[in-house]
Every structure is written in C-alpha cells, then in structure tokens.
C-alpha cells in the first residue's frame, strides 16, 4: 500500500493507494470526516473502507484533504475539499483509465464531499455513504440523485440522529431510476465503537451484491 503524493487546488496531497492486479478493476475513491475534529485519512472507519474495496479486487485511494497530515493548503469549510476531491479522483482515474467502474465512498463529512462530487461527476456509478451529517449539512443539491448507493446509519450516534438519516433515504429513495438502500447497525455510536466488524459486512454485501448486479442511475446522468 504505497504512499503516494499527487498535484491538488491548492498544491500536493497526500495519499493511500492500492493498486488491483485484475484488468480494468473498478475504482474507489475513499473520504475522511472532518478535519478540524480530527479526521484523516487514517481514521479507523476510512480504513476500514478503504479495505473493503481492496478485498473486493479494486483500485483504492483515501487521501488527505488539503491541511491534513502532509497535505498542503488549509481548511476550506467544503468547498476546496471537494475540490480536492476533484483532484483525487482526476489522479485515480489517470491511474486507471481503463477502470469498468467507479465508487465513491465517504463518512460523515466525507461523505457530505461525496455526495457532492457525485453530482458533478457523471461517471461515478455508486456511492456509499457512512454516517452523512443530514442535521447539520445541507443535502438539498441531491436534485436529484444521480446514482444508487448505500446510506449506513449508527443506532445510537449522538451525532447525527438516525431520524435526520432515515428522513434523507425515505427522499432519495422516491426518486426514479435509482435505489438507495440503507442500514442500521445496531448498538454502534457515530465512531463505529466495536461495530468496525460490523461496518464492513454491511458495507462488503453491498458491493458484492452490486458488482454481480449493477444497480440503477438515474436517467439524466446517463451518457448518450
């Protein structure tokens, strides 16, 4: 698992990369929370995505937004780390032009920075989003949602409310063309506390169960 530095908006960032020795793997593109309360790209729950995607044969990179860890600019309140997100995901599809699909996953306000980038990137085919701060962010720009993804919920996060989750699904999931699923897992805090093993076995069925049978996009989102 090499590190890597690649060329961001406000100068190098730094990086986590897998590469798979499967022809044309598909790609994942892996968001940390936020910054300023401590989130890299090592923290447990990225990590434990990030592995995930490796298991499942792709070519995975989780990076650190601008400021964090070796990674140079500062904090942005969103709109550079989406940017910077931007920048990772332009440096992971260099790395594999070739890629059959692309996944973008993230968790708390990682996941607010993929859910964004997914709306701006056509080519993104899935999503998983852990633990999306719905009480706190704005996710209105999901007008609509352009591609199938998962949401994961923590039972007893103190964070972020599982009603403001639930709230976020029961409207994603009225629109057409798409299928946004969700889970809850039981007992587990917004940190994932000893519900790490947990978080990937939900996370890992769904990828499988999706690489097996593509879900849906939305029409306006697919390319003529």
């Known amino acids: 698992m090499p590190d890597v530095m690649f060329t961001g908006p406000e100068g190098r960032l730094e990086g986590r990369y897998h590469q798979s020795k499967e022809e044309r793997a598909p790609i994942a593109l892996i968001l940390h929370p936020h910054p300023q309360y401590g989130g890299t790209m090592n923290h447990k729950v990225v990590f434990s995505l990030f592995h995930v995607f490796v298991n499942r044969g792709f070519s995975v990179l989780r990076f650190n ?3 964090v860890g070796r990674s140079q600019g500062r904090f942005d309140n969103g709109m550079g780390e989406l940017s910077d997100a931007a920048a990772a995901l332009d440096w992971l599809q260099g790395m594999n032009p070739n890629a059959k ?5 993230g968790y708390s306000f990682g996941a607010w920075i993929g ?3 997914l709306m701006r990137r056509p080519e993104i085919d899935c999503f ?3 633990a999306p701060p719905a009480n706190s962010y704005d996710f209105a720009f999901l007008a609509p949602c352009p591609s199938s993804g998962l949401i994961v919920g923590a039972e007893k996060d103190e ?3 599982q009603a403001d989750i639930q709230k ?3 409207r994603l999931s009225l629109q057409k063309g798409i299928t946004v699923e969700s889970r809850t897992i039981k007992g587990a805090n917004h940190f994932f506390h000893d ?3 947990r978080l990937a076995v939900e996370v ?3 990828v499988a169960q999706s690489l097996l049978n593509p879900p849906g996009r939305a029409t306006s989102n697919k390319e003529p």
Do not use: N
């Open 159 to 161: 964070v972020v409310p």
């Open 101 to 105: 699909s692309c996944w973008i996953a």
């Open 204 to 206: 890992d069925k769904y």
């Open 65 to 67: 937004t601008r400021g």
């Open 115 to 117: 859910m964004q980038l």
């Open 128 to 130: 998983i989003s852990v």
């Open 195 to 197: 519900a790490l093993d």
């Open 168 to 170: 976020l699904v029961a």
